[in-house]
T-cell receptor, first 114, second 115 residues
Framework: SAVISQKPSRDICQRGTSLTIQCQVD?????MFWYRQQPGQSLTLIAT?????????ESGFVIDKFPISRPNLTFSTLTVSNMSPEDSSIYLC???????????FGPGTRLLVL | QQQVKQSPQSLIVQKGGISIINCAYE??????FPWYQQFPGKGPALLIA?????SEKKEGRFTISFNKSAKQFSLHIMDSQPGDSATYFC??????????????FGKGTKLSVIP
């Protein structure tokens, strides 16, 4: 399985500001995914980010709020823009396994917006 | 429908007992069913997974039972240990074409194994 790291691991931010979360993988992967997990809740897919193409956003998530970059096969960023307390959550990066088998997750970024 | 319904929401099991978590789905397009284990402060970790053409898969103390006709699958943890205390998520994969896919997650089960 791929080893995934995320930066920052946690942050406390003021409302109205933006935070960029970085995801680094130790091997080249085609598909990367960004999820949100609100405290004590399940995982909700924000978008799928494939290298060389625009990210595909799920219903309820828009590019202006969550811009994503995917400059190469080992790296991606998710920006949470114009934050409000409702954006307080864990943001998880995930990559597709070899052969298309399921997904592996990073450790997450814990965001608190005041 | 994309939902995966998971139960129970929480579960308390004595050490050495069997933990059973159930999931049900409606979408017959799901083609792969993984289970994830998440400890507090960590990301979910793949535990075990099964394809719908298999009725059971066992890895160590963890077994998935799959009933395709009933659209149900379950995770059994044998000889449960305090170290198994975590939140467990079932999931189901939907192919999206061009090699892409989506995972739909259940709401999670918080397992507590007491000594």
């Amino acid at each position: 399985s791929a080893v995934i790291s995320q930066k920052p691991s946690r942050d406390i931010c003021q409302r109205g500001t933006s935070l960029t979360i970085q995801c680094q993988v130790d091997s080249q992967v085609t598909m990367m995914f960004w999820y949100r997990q609100q405290p004590g809740q399940s995982l909700t897919l924000i978008a799928t980010a494939n290298q060389g193409s625009e990210a595909t956003y799920e219903s309820g998530f828009v590019i202006d709020k969550f811009p994503i970059s995917r400059p190469n096969l080992t790296f991606s960023t998710l920006t949470v823009s114009n934050m409000s307390p409702e954006d307080s959550s864990i943001y998880l990066c995930s990559v597709g396994g070899g052969g298309g088998e399921t997904q592996y997750f990073g450790p997450g970024t814990r965001l608190l917006v005041l | 429908q994309q939902q995966v319904k998971q139960s129970p929401q929480s579960l308390i099991v004595q050490k050495g007992g069997i933990s059973i978590i159930n999931c049900a789905y409606e979408n017959t397009a799901f083609d792969y069913f993984p289970w994830y284990q998440q400890f507090p402060g960590k990301g979910p970790a793949l535990l075990i997974a099964i394809r719908p053409d298999v009725s059971e898969k066992k890895e160590g103390r963890f077994t998935i039972s799959f009933n395709k006709s009933a659209k149900q699958f379950s995770l059994h943890i044998m000889d449960s240990q305090p170290g198994d205390s975590a939140t467990y998520f079932c999931a189901a994969r939907t192919p999206r074409g061009a090699g892409s896919y989506q995972l739909t997650f259940g709401k999670g089960t918080k397992l507590s194994v007491i000594p």
